[in-house]
């Protein structure tokens, strides 16, 4: 079973909260926008990896920028179609998605013809409102935004009260 760990990047504007994902490069996903999208994300490449260190080190590998500091919001894990088990957390924070550079893949392409060709990892990055980001993710990563919701809702500020 394939495992990845990933962050959910968020920030407030205007009172209103944004959700940084990630477009999947490479030539299956060109042209597709509903379902192509995902949180920047990555696999362990050791068991023994914690999964929060993959999670940054992921999202350094597929934006060009190292995740911000404070304290994570775990949002859980959820199972893609194809059985990959992804991990989230949420950090709060902001990028310049015009700034953001991805790693990239080597893939062969067109298939069977023995040429490799690059490919970026995420072709792009975008803010979005939740509502969209829903549409957007992988169906089964939809669910981190809505588990990201719920935890801000709730979460308590300065002075202890909840506040969303």
């Known amino acids: 079973m394939k495992v990845s760990a990933g962050i959910l990047l968020y920030r407030r504007r205007a009172g209103r909260l944004e959700v940084l994902v990630g477009h999947h490069g490479g030539p299956y996903h060109r042209g597709r926008d509903l379902g192509a999208w995902t949180i920047p994300k990555g696999e362990l490449e050791d068991p023994a990896e914690e ?3 993959v999670a940054r080190r992921e999202f350094a590998e597929e ?3 190292d995740p ?3 304290t994570p919001i775990d949002l859980g894990s959820t199972v893609q179609k194809g059985g990959k088990v992804v ?3 949420g950090l709060e924070g902001d990028l310049d998605a ?3 550079v991805s790693n990239t893949y080597e893939l062969e392409w067109p298939p069977g013809s023995g040429r490799l060709e690059v490919f970026p990892e995420l072709d792009r990055v975008e803010w979005f409102e939740p509502d969209l980001a829903r549409r957007k993710l992988k169906d089964a990563q939809a669910v981190f935004v809505d588990r990201l919701e719920e935890a801000l809702a709730v979460e308590p500020g300065p002075d202890g009260i ?3």
């Open 51 to 53: 999964l929060l260190a």
């Open 63 to 65: 934006t060009g920028h």
């Open 68 to 70: 911000p500091g404070g």
């Open 87 to 89: 991990h989230a957390w």
């Open 98 to 100: 015009a700034e953001a």
């Open 162 to 164: 909840a506040e969303g």
